[in-house]
């Protein structure tokens, strides 16, 4: 019987094999383009705006306190420690997750509650210039640094915020940035930022009866 040669016939490679290896060409020169920009930012946003958050519960945490302890000085201040007690009542309720800050809507109303409660802190802080026993007090002092401290902290967050949307919004409005939203992030929104609070620049106006 004669030796017939065995012929190795070579298949052509499936579509979808070559869309995969095309791909796994592709991806680390469109990584390299920007293409995970858009999410990477919006993440950055997101973290930015839960710290935040978090400094401003840190001051909300410290409220209570520090009325409990102005009111062993001076009582009389009714309406002054009600203020605030009502400010940092609304200033709680009003919360937005991630998915609201592209709401202009919902980053004003948390930015004017939080604005509220900054300016009855303000008048009620003010009111103790009129008990030098307040003022000298250990634990008035202590609550008085740890809130001064927590504002700075708010700043910090709100200035982070800020540039971590500036960053997020421009690279949904630029080349490459916009293109490779609409192709493969079309959900993708603009985020709102901080707005400077004029209300909260003035300062309070306090009279004594």
Known sequence: MPFIPSIAVSRAPSP??????????????????GINNVPTYEEQAKAAWAQVQNQYQRRADLIPNLVETVKGFAAQEKEVLTAVV??????????????QLSDP???????????????????LLATVEAYPDLKSN??????QSQLEGTENRIAVARRDYIEAVRVYN??????????WASIFYPEAQP???????????????VTFN
């Open 16 to 33: 979808r094999a070559v869309v995969l290896g095309l791909l796994a060409l592709l991806l680390p020169l469109l990584s390299a383009c």
């Open 86 to 99: 009502e400010a940092r009542a609304k200033a709680t309720s009003v919360n937005i997750d991630a998915s």
């Open 105 to 123: 809507a919902a980053i004003k109303a948390f930015q004017e509650a939080q604005g509220q409660l900054s300016g009855a802190l303000g008048r």
């Open 138 to 143: 250990a634990n008035f002092l202590a609550l």
């Open 170 to 179: 421009t690279e949904l409005r630029t080349i490459p940035g916009s293109w």
């Open 191 to 205: 985020l709102q930022p901080f707005t400077a609070d004029e209300a909260a620049a003035r300062p309070p106006t």
